[in-house]
C-alpha cells in the first residue's frame, strides 16, 4: 500500500526559505515518478514540480526558486522552497506515479498523494 507522508510546512514571512520532505513506504520507490503540488483556498490544483522519466519539471512561477531532489535510500522526496511569495501560499502535496509514467510531470493526475503540509507566506 503505498503511502506518502508529507511534513515542513510552516508559516513564514516573504523572502524566507522552507523545505518539505514526502517520507514514502509500502512500494518500490525507485519505480515511480514523484512529485508535488500546491492547492490554494478557492483555486485549482497547480501541479509545482516533478521527477519524472524526462528529467525534472518546475511550474513557471518557481522556476529559479525551488528545488526538487530525492534521496533513494530514505525514500524521501523534498521540495526546497526559497524565496518565497504571498502567492506560494497554499497546501501542498506529494504524489506518486507508477513508470513508466505517461503522465509525464502532470502531478495533479498521479495516482497517489499524501494528506498534505500547509505553507503560509506572509508579506
Do not use: H
Request: a positive charge.
Amino acid at each position: 500500500q503505498v503511502q506518502l507522508v508529507e511534513s515542513g510546512g510552516d508559516s513564514v514571512q516573504a523572502g524566507g526559505s522552507l523545505r518539505l520532505s514526502c517520507a514514502a513506504s509500502g512500494y518500490p520507490y525507485s519505480s515511480y515518478c514523484m512529485g508535488w503540488f500546491r492547492q490554494a483556498p478557492g483555486k485549482e490544483r497547480e501541479g509545482v514540480a516533478a521527477l519524472y522519466a524526462g528529467g525534472k519539471y518546475y511550474t513557471d512561477s518557481v522556476k529559479g526558486r525551488f528545488t526538487i531532489s530525492q534521496d533513494k535510500v530514505k525514500n524521501t522526496l523534498y521540495l526546497q522552497m526559497n524565496s518565497l511569495k504571498p502567492e506560494d501560499t497554499a497546501m501542498y502535496y506529494c504524489t506518486a506515479s507508477p513508470r513508466p509514467c505517461t503522465l509525464g510531470p502532470a502531478v495533479t493526475k498521479y495516482p497517489y498523494r499524501g494528506q498534505g503540509t500547509q505553507v503560509t507566506v506572509s508579506s
